[in-house]
């Protein structure tokens, strides 16, 4: 008995240290559901300020999809995402109609996923859908070779600022694979990285004092069986230094407001029974 329990352990620990490969690719016909959750929180603090010093705007947003892998493509798979239910808090009757409007558009958005989890919308109709924002810009997070759990891997990408126009910021993510569920099925993923700006033709360049810089950090689920994300949770801090408008004549100048923000995002998925 005991030779057959260490024979087990034995296995499990050899069946674990075996190189994996992860890999994004669901099977064609299943319909996917997604629940997207995201937080965005905004505090902005003025030096020297008499009035209203610190500012704060949190916003929320849910969506609520699903995804059908249609056929296999040399570049991963194209996926139909429908969308069927929108929220947003805080929110105005229009600000609402409006994202309900383009979600609404989005119905037949047609997405191709690579093996390493880049996604790429190939035609929504509306090139300002809101899921061309949620969905379209999400970059490769997986190793296009095999890993053994325990071993790390390293991807960049490039995301807008939305604090300076024309400006571009620089993350660098290093993922690490944890652990795998019991026969492989599951593997846990946990990731850290930072952000910084870069300079780019089309931005001016950053005055002294002034820049970007961001950690973020989170946790991916994939179910190897179901060839997809299953969980995945993430949050990101950025520090920015925002310039005021500039002063009228005959007012003093305004100091720079330092602005902190957080975004949290959850993605949970399951296949339709």
Do not use: C
């Amino acid at each position: 008995m005991r030779l057959a329990l260490l024979a087990v352990v034995l296995f499990a620990r050899v069946a674990t240290s075996q190189p994996v490969q992860l890999q994004i690719r669901p099977h064609i016909g299943d319909t996917l559901r997604m629940h997207l959750s995201q937080t965005v929180e905004m505090i902005g603090t003025t030096a020297g300020a008499r009035n209203d010093p610190i500012r704060s705007m949190t916003t929320s947003i849910e969506v609520f999809t699903r995804a059908i892998p249609q056929r296999w493509t040399s570049n991963g798979t194209l996926i139909q995402t429908i969308t069927d239910s929108v929220a947003m808090s805080p929110s105005s009757p229009a600000a609402l109609a409006d994202l309900r409007r383009k979600a609404m558009q989005a119905k037949k958005v047609l997405l191709q996923v690579s093996t390493d989890g880049a996604m790429e919308l190939v035609d929504d109709g509306d090139p300002n859908s809101e899921l061309r924002t949620l969905f379209g810009e999400m970059p490769a997070v997986l190793s296009r070779s095999t890993v053994s759990v325990g071993e790390k891997w390293t991807r960049e990408m490039q995301i807008p600022l939305s604090s300076e126009p024309g400006a571009v910021g620089a993350v660098r993510a290093t993922f690490r694979l944890d652990s795998l569920g019991k026969h492989g099925d599951i593997a846990y993923i946990s990731m850290r990285g930072t952000m910084y700006r870069i300079n780019t033709p089309n931005a001016a360049p950053a005055g002294p004092g002034y820049g970007t810089s961001g950690q973020l950090a989170g946790t991916i689920q994939i179910d190897r069986r179901l060839g997809w994300i299953t969980d995945s949770k993430s949050s990101i801090i950025v520090q920015s230094t925002v310039a005021p408008p500039p002063s009228r004549q005959g007012e003093a100048e305004r100091p720079p407001m330092q602005v902190r923000t957080k975004i949290t995002q959850w993605i949970r998925a399951m296949r339709a029974r």
